[in-house]
């Protein structure tokens, strides 16, 4: 979830001081009994950064022994955003991270520039716990190990350290609750739109893009996907044998614990003021075209294209994406390709009857769509609402203006256009 800019200089360290520890003539459990070991091991939790991967905080393992002289910061967070295709591979699902070493001074150096509180909790791990920790992240700072698929709530920056604790303890943790302000969080998107909820364009986007996978109630462990969550969990978080999993909490970096995220979105420039502005438009061009007589084929045209390609994304992601959180999405029952139709249905008389049969099956599914929102099986973005009415105005208006009109009014059935 943080994108550190130094790749080079993270891969470079990726052989790093802990990594010498496993060489054939110095490996890391050859260092003496288990009580002449020292290595620490603590969770780094980064508050949250203004960037739209940066919402959810940052998770790192930090690694130290005075003995050894180490001291590092393992991150699973690193991704180079310049790759070629980079864009392109992630749309389709496609998306590698890498696990790299920095030195913690340098980790810090970022975050205190920033003013980004980082806390630090460190682990109560037994001398051989410890050393499995060590072992296991050397394992995975190797070239053939070190990428890995992204995947934003199944395996990222934040689960993939508490993979590491879990398999060295050899169990799994019971991990308290988040509480407090996310005591009501109980899906994906319910966590999404919590740390998002000052980025409203964001969470639009998002709720466009993923499918009804996400709204399904999770069990209180997956939200440890979000690094802040994740520290709060393992703060009450137990060993197997009861005692406490953290030994003590302090802050690595001082700063900003809330986070270096912008403040609320003004009212005026949030998805669902505009999408309001757009049912007023539509509702105003509606009324005019009834008391005119007429169709606005210049402002169908632009809306249902815009709808028609939105609906090109959501179909490539529903049926051509890797991302397992895109489907099934029925948002494709409003947004999908055949909305591009009108673009060249309402310039041709002779297609203009197919259109008719177009508009009464696209009115017909946005009602399907209201059902599948009431009965909860997709959660809905707010602003999605002025947007699916302003839809059934103007299909609802095409077919009356076709089908329901008096013969001899203005707006006869055989005109379906005025010029």
């Known amino acids: 979830m943080k994108h550190l800019l130094l790749i080079a200089v993270m891969l470079a360290v990726c052989i790093c001081p802990l990594a010498a520890q496993t060489r054939a003539d110095a490996p890391v459990d050859s260092t003496a009994d288990s009580h002449g070991t ?3 091991v603590s969770l780094l939790t980064c508050a949250p950064g203004a960037v739209f991967y940066e919402l959810e905080g940052h998770s790192g393992l930090r690694i130290r022994s005075a003995q050894r002289g180490v001291d590092e910061v393992i991150n699973w967070g690193i991704f180079d955003f310049n790759s070629p295709g980079f864009v392109w591979r992630y749309v389709k699902g496609d998306m590698n991270y890498l696990a790299g070493s920095v030195p913690a001074q340098y980790f810090s150096r970022e975050y205190e520039h920033e003013g980004r509180a980082v806390t630090e909790q460190l682990l109560n791990l037994t001398p051989e716990q ?3 920790v060590v072992a296991l992240v050397v394992e995975n700072l190797r070239p053939e190990n070190r990428v890995y698929a992204y995947n934003y709530v199944t ?6 350290p508490l993979s590491i604790i879990e398999r060295a303890v050899g169990d799994t943790l019971a991990l308290g609750a988040p509480g407090g302000d996310m005591a009501g969080v109980a899906s994906f998107r319910d966590a999404m739109r919590f740390y998002h909820r ?4 964001y969470q639009f986007g998002i709720d466009i893009c993923l499918g009804s996978t996400i709204d399904r109630d999770e069990a209180p462990r997956a939200m440890a996907f979000a690094p802040v969550a994740l520290s709060r969990m393992i703060a009450t978080a137990t060993l197997p044998d009861g005692s406490p999993l953290v030994a003590d909490t302090t802050m690595f970096v001082d700063g900003d614990a809330a986070g270096r995220g912008s403040g609320p979105t003004p009212w005026y420039l949030t998805p669902m003021f505009w999408s309001i502005v757009v049912l007023l438009v539509t509702l105003a061009v509606t009324l005019y075209d009834v008391s005119a007589g007429r169709m606005s084929r210049g402002f169908d045209v632009v809306m249902f294209t815009v709808f028609g390609l939105a609906g090109c994304l959501v179909t490539f992601l529903w049926f051509f994406s890797a991302h397992t959180a895109s489907s099934p999405n029925w948002l494709l ?3 999908n390709p055949l909305c591009l139709l009108p673009l060249f249905m309402v ?5 203009r009857r ?3 049969w177009w508009q009464i099956i696209n009115f017909v599914a946005l009602i399907g769509l209201c059902v599948v929102f009431v009965v909860g099986i997709q959660a809905c973005n707010g602003a999605f609402i002025p947007l699916i009415v302003s839809d059934m105005v103007r299909s609802l208006f095409f077919i009356f203006y076709v089908r329901c ?3 001899t009014s203005r707006v006869h059935q055989p005109l379906l256009y005025r010029r």
């Open 155 to 160: 395996d990222n920056c934040s689960t993939r």
């Open 130 to 132: 410890a050393e499995r």
């Open 405 to 407: 009109f008096n013969p």
């Open 333 to 335: 029952l409003w947004l």
């Open 38 to 40: 020292d290595w620490q």
């Open 198 to 201: 000052n980025y409203p364009w």
């Open 354 to 356: 197919l259109l008719l």
């Open 347 to 351: 310039w041709t008389k002779g297609l």
